[in-house]
């Protein structure tokens, strides 16, 4: 029989949204995940990429990558969006994340604190519609040099 080892997750997310000027916001996001324990168990290893709305179990989302493209048991994220309402219900939004994500980076080695591993931008457009919201980004990366444009239409259940 294999053996299983024992290991927990650990998830923290803050964050924080101003509207220093009229019809202008900003958002302010870090986040991070780790496990605790020597488990090489890869099944609850943190994935980020893509605009995952709904977060589920350990997916995350980060622009310039498609999903489930960065993977590793322990990540540190920080991210921005500035959104401008240009006219009722609609805005156009740039956005920019940046992360380390690897195995167990909050070791002694300090990864966690290096120049970020990943970054990426986007650019969005949103309208507040009968149907939910409706809306449409670009992202890209410059350590990939690839781009993903990407449609989100109605509410999350």
């Known amino acids: ?19 220093p000027i009229k019809k202008w916001s900003v958002l302010i ?8 324990g020597r488990s ?5 290893d943190f994935i980020l990429g893509g605009t995952t709305v709904r977060e589920v179990n ?3 989302p980060f622009y310039g990558y498609n999903y489930l493209t ?9 991210s921005t969006t500035i959104d401008y309402e240009f006219y ?17 980076i909050f ?10 591993s990943f970054t990426g931008f986007a650019l969005g457009y949103g309208l507040d519609s009968i149907v939910g919201p409706i809306e449409l980004k670009y992202s890209w990366s410059p350590e990939s040099k690839n781009s ?7 509410f999350i259940f």
Do not use: C
């Not at 960065?70 to 920080?78: E, T, V, Y």
């Not at 993903?148 to 109605?154: H, I, K, P």
């Open 148 to 154: 993903y444009f990407w449609v989100n239409v109605g």
């Open 1 to 19: 029989f294999p053996s299983h080892d024992r290991f927990s997750i650990g998830k923290m997310d803050v964050g924080i949204v101003a509207s």
């Open 58 to 60: 350990n997916f995350r």
């Open 40 to 44: 090489t168990t890869p099944f609850f």
């Open 29 to 36: 996001q870090a986040e991070t995940g780790f496990k605790i």
């Open 107 to 116: 070791d002694a080695t300090k990864k966690w604190i290096d120049k970020p």
């Open 70 to 78: 960065i993977l590793g048991n322990s990540f540190i994220k920080a």
């Open 88 to 104: 009722k219900k609609n805005h156009f939004n740039l956005s920019y994340n940046a992360a380390n994500v690897g195995s167990f």
